[in-house]
């Protein structure tokens, strides 16, 4: 599967964009989906992920209640609502996909993932 992320950009703190990432080879439905971010001169790390049913979402403590994941099974497309940004969720965006995932288990790692977009910049200024 491809995946093709977009929706970056520059925000002022408080406010908010959405990331979409689109599936395109196979059918998404059968993948569990992640978001991660990565800074400069930091770790790739999990923001969060939703199940291939689409029925179970999991955030890191640091976007909960800001962020939120959600899918369009239709267009193939996965999302990143982002809400009150902040300067320090500046970061590249990744969108993953995986397969084989155990049901009610949260995927946290980088090399749990099989598939990854592009990466999409957001930048929030202060």
């Known amino acids: 599967v491809q995946l093709q992320a977009s929706g970056g950009g520059l925000v002022q703190a408080g406010g908010s964009l959405r990331l979409s990432c689109a599936a395109s080879g196979r059918t998404f439905s059968s993948f569990d989906k992640g978001w991660f971010r990565q800074a400069p001169g930091k770790e790739r790390e999990f923001v969060g992920a939703?199940?291939?049913?689409?029925?179970?979402?999991y955030y890191e403590d640091s976007v909960k209640g800001r962020f939120t994941i959600s899918v369009d099974s239709a267009k193939n497309t996965v999302y990143l609502q982002m809400n009150s940004l902040k300067p320090e969720d500046t970061a590249v965006y990744y969108c993953?996909?995986?397969?084989?995932?155990?049901?009610?288990?949260?995927?946290?790692?980088?090399?749990?993932?099989?598939?990854w977009g592009q990466g999409t910049q957001v930048t929030v200024s202060s």
């Open positions: 939703i199940s291939r049913s689409g029925g179970s979402t």
């Open positions: 993953a996909a995986g397969l084989g995932f155990y049901s009610g288990r949260v995927y946290k790692r980088p090399s749990d993932y099989d598939y």
